[in-house]
T-cell receptor, first 112, second 111 residues
Framework: DSGVTQTPKHLITATGQRVTLRCSPR?????VYWYQQSLDQGLQFLIQ???????AKGNILERFSAQQFPDLHSELNLSSLELGDSALYFC???????????FGSGTRLTVV | GESVGLHLPTLSVQEGDNSIINCAYSNSASDYFIWYKQESGKGPQFIIDIRSNMDKRQGQRVTVLLNKTVKHLSLQIAATQPGDSAVYFCAGSYNTDKLIFGTGTRLQVFP
């Protein structure tokens, strides 16, 4: 157990639908990062939050949004889902970027 | 733009041999690098890191080498074991508050 908790582990949904992925960071970590990993691909940075505020944005689609709550857990919202959104979505947390990230076990999203 | 890439998509080694996984980066301002190991169906797991003021760092059976002149880093795994089979990612921090990941190298260990 890495200390970063992601739910659900698996999600199957239809095109056009909306889903919410949840992440609880490791205790003490203020930064939360979301990454997307498509089949046999690298990790694409989506967005980062630090202590409730958006800190950095990557190649995140407009259909996707995220937030970090006062208790530091974060949610990634994916809407108007397309087949190409099927991927593993990872959350990671850190104290600071130069102390590395701790990843959760991911949510596998399948859009049918 | 920022990029971190790996030279080979797949590396096959025999059990007991040493493995070397290479990674190139484009931004000379990068100051921190990490190697992650990802097993099938799991999240990436931290292996070892190195800061730009160092050129070598050793862990248990792993060594990371950083060559800032040619913007290259490598991960060396000594006495490779079947449990080392996984995808290995290098990642770099480019003076921003996020890591940029390469596409990964799949390490296959044969008996």
């Amino acid at each position: 157990d890495s200390g970063v908790t992601q739910t659900p582990k698996h999600l199957i949904t239809a095109t056009g639908q909306r889903v919410t992925l949840r992440c609880s960071p490791r205790s003490g970590d203020l930064s939360v990062y979301w990454y997307q990993q498509s089949l046999d691909q690298g990790l694409q940075f989506l967005i980062q939050y630090y202590n409730g505020e958006e800190r950095a944005k990557g190649n995140i689609l407009e259909r996707f949004s995220a937030q970090q709550f006062p208790d530091l857990h974060s949610e990634l919202n994916l809407s108007s889902l397309e087949l190409g959104d099927s991927a593993l979505y990872f959350c990671a947390s850190s104290v600071a970027v130069d102390y590395g990230y701790t990843f959760g076990s991911g949510t596998r999203l399948t859009v049918v | 733009g920022e990029s971190v890439g790996l030279h080979l998509p797949t590396l096959s080694v025999q059990e007991g041999d040493n493995s070397i996984i290479n990674c190139a980066y484009s931004n000379s301002a990068s100051d921190y690098f990490i190697w992650y190991k990802q097993e099938s169906g799991k999240g990436p797991q931290f292996i070892i890191d190195i800061r730009s003021n160092m050129d070598k760092r050793q862990g248990q059976r792993v060594t990371v080498l950083l060559n800032k002149t040619v913007k290259h880093l490598s991960l060396q795994i000594a006495a490779t074991q079947p449990g080392d089979s996984a995808v290995y990612f290098c990642a770099g921090s480019y003076n921003t508050d996020k890591l940029i990941f390469g596409t990964g190298t799949r390490l296959q260990v044969f008996p």
